[in-house]
């Protein structure tokens, strides 16, 4: 692989991990706004959130391959849910996941972002523990 393709390869990783723990981060947002009612969390959630967007480039979009992705297809424990804690856990899970790629994947571009990443999903974990003591 030329080093130009493996560029493009990893910026279409850097985007859908991108892309993943900003979705994980609004759903356990908004559960923890519409269900849980918890202003204190809501508000950590949506900062952390928002800090994301300094690691966009829309350069990056262009390397998106929805078509080609080998594993959009949903497998079935993703769709086994009993209850809100478990769409809770599994996104965390997910946000925590995509914090620590995008941590590793930026020590080759960035190390202020990589930085970043680790220290949001250390943050990540500390507002997973604050939510376990709310419910």
Do not use: P, W
């Amino acid at each position: 692989m030329t080093i130009k393709k493996q560029e493009k390869k990893i910026e279409r990783l850097i985007d859908a991990n991108l892309n993943r723990l900003k979705e994980g981060i609004r759903v356990v947002e908004d559960i923890c706004r519409y269900i849980y009612d918890d202003k204190s969390l809501t508000s950590k959630l949506k900062k952390a959130r928002h800090s994301i967007q300094k690691a966009y480039n829309q350069d990056r979009i262009i390397n998106r391959d929805i078509l080609g992705d080998i594993q959009k297809t949903t497998i079935k424990s993703e769709l086994q849910r009993e209850n809100i804690n478990d769409i809770i856990i599994a996104n965390f899970s997910r946000s925590q996941e995509s914090a620590r790629v995008l941590e590793e994947m930026f020590k080759l571009m960035d190390m202020k972002l990589s930085e970043y990443f680790k220290y949001l999903r250390y943050e990540l974990y500390e507002i997973e523990r604050l939510f376990v003591k709310l419910i």
